[in-house]
Every structure is written in structure tokens, then in C-alpha cells.
């Protein structure tokens, strides 16, 4: 399986899973967080991701 194909399965799934919800965003999030309690139950873990700043800059001002 070479970058390409997994790619494509990343996009099939992707396309399978919001087809399903209707492309709706909500249900997505709450099928994920279904999903991963479930997961959980059975005794996966899941490793947090590290945490991302975003600085948020004013723009110079005007003369």
C-alpha cells in the first residue's frame, strides 16, 4: 500500500461516514464521540493530542 492508496481510503471513509449523517456536522461529532466511548469500553486509549496556541496579532494601525 503505497501514500496514494491510503489517502484514498482515508477520503472513501471520510465520504462513507458523512454520507451517512446526512453530511451534518453534529451528528459527524456525536458518532465520533459515540464511537470512541465505545472503543474506550473495550479498552483503547486514545493519547491526547498536544495542545495548539494561536496568537492572534492586531493589525498595525493606520496613519
Known sequence: ???N???EE???VREKV???CNYDV???GARMR???REEMA???RYVP???TVVVREEPPERL
Open 1 to 3: 500500500m503505497n501514500d
Open 5 to 7: 492508496d491510503l489517502l
Open 10 to 12: 482515508i477520503h472513501r
Open 18 to 20: 458523512a454520507r451517512e
Open 26 to 28: 453534529h451528528k459527524i
Open 34 to 36: 459515540q464511537r470512541e
Open 42 to 44: 473495550r479498552g483503547v
Open 49 to 51: 493530542s498536544p495542545q
